[in-house]
């Protein structure tokens, strides 16, 4: 499949990052967000501002969603002046949000109605992974479409893996997130205990971050924590979000979660402080 034109909508911490690799691969890209401004470097860069989504996603062959959050998405595609109503058929939509799956599926039968075909692709790696291009990319759909759009994909990801049909992706981006939140657990406790018992913590993390105790958190995150940095990387507002979604499903399924159920708590009373726009290594702080 020969690709030229790509709509990108939504452009925050790490969209505006995969929109450069984009750009940097000789792609046209038509960008859509609630403010300009905030796309000024984008613009910059080359890519087309539009103002509404109808405009960025007319001649575009692809088109990408990096939203906040389920309603962001469902307002998007479902609502007056969205994807749905204004897009075309032949089409191939890419939500790369963190959503629910039970969405995701809607969006793939919506989608099928308007033969327009659909690939709920979350991502990980974070800001670092985005501007590094080297995000991991979990993808449900149709396999075909899935085998056509892998080599846009790979501008920006590293490890794309197809996980199955409409909602797999996000099924497994739950995985993720329910690994990091315990992990995040883990690294806090592990350097204040360092802390406690008078050793240097950065010393400590040049051995267990690479023995079996390494983890992207332990690499990535515990230098920040200890460096007093908590901008985000991902937000911890948008962490809850999917600590959310993954604790719904997992009651769906009868599931019980205690070590997620225990992050969940954490990170909430870090919102009630006022640390919702933070980096979700911000859990440092509750010790």
């Known amino acids: 499949m020969e690709v030229k034109k790509i709509a990108f909508l939504g452009t925050g911490v790490m969209g505006v990052s995969v929109v450069n690799h984009l750009l940097d691969s ?3 890209v038509a960008i859509y967000t609630r403010t300009k401004e905030k796309a000024r470097s984008l613009i910059d860069a080359g890519a087309v501002w539009m103002d509404t989504v109808a405009a960025a996603v007319k001649d575009a062959e692809l088109v990408f969603t990096m939203l906040g959050y389920p309603g962001d998405v469902e307002e998007v595609y479902f609502g007056e002046g969205g994807i749905f109503s204004t897009g075309k ?8 949000t963190t959503s629910s799956p039970a969405l995701a599926i809607r969006i793939a039968n919506a989608g099928a109605k308007l033969q327009m075909a659909t690939i709920d692709a979350p991502v990980s790696g974070g800001d670092i992974g985005a501007k590094n291009g080297t995000l991991s990319i979990m993808c449900g759909g ?6 056509a759009i892998t080599p846009v994909l790979a501008v920006f990801g590293k490890q794309i893996v ?12 739950m995985c993720n997130q329910i690994a990091i939140a315990t992990n995040m657990i883990g690294v806090c406790e592990a ?32 230098p920040r924590m200890l460096d007093g940095d908590f901008e985000p990387g991902f937000y911890v507002k948008h962490f809850m979000k ?12 009868n599931l019980s979660l205690p070590g997620l159920q225990l992050a969940s708590e954490m990170y909430k009373k ?12 911000v859990l440092y702080k509750s010790y």
């Open 26 to 28: 000789n792609y046209e």
């Open 89 to 96: 058929a032949g089409q191939i939509l890419i939500d790369m």
């Open 142 to 147: 149709e396999e075909e479409v899935f085998n």
């Open 162 to 173: 197809y996980q199955g049909l409409a909602g797999s992706g996000q099924h497994a981006k």
């Open 191 to 222: 350097l204040v205990y360092a802390e406690k018992a008078g050793l240097d913590p950065e010393t400590v993390l040049k051995s267990i971050s690479t023995g079996a105790a390494g983890s992207w958190s332990l690499s990535n995150l515990a």
């Open 242 to 253: 999917d600590i959310n979604i993954a604790l719904a499903e997992a009651e769906a399924m």
């Open 270 to 281: 870090l919102v009630e402080k006022g640390f919702s726009d933070q980096g979700t290594q």
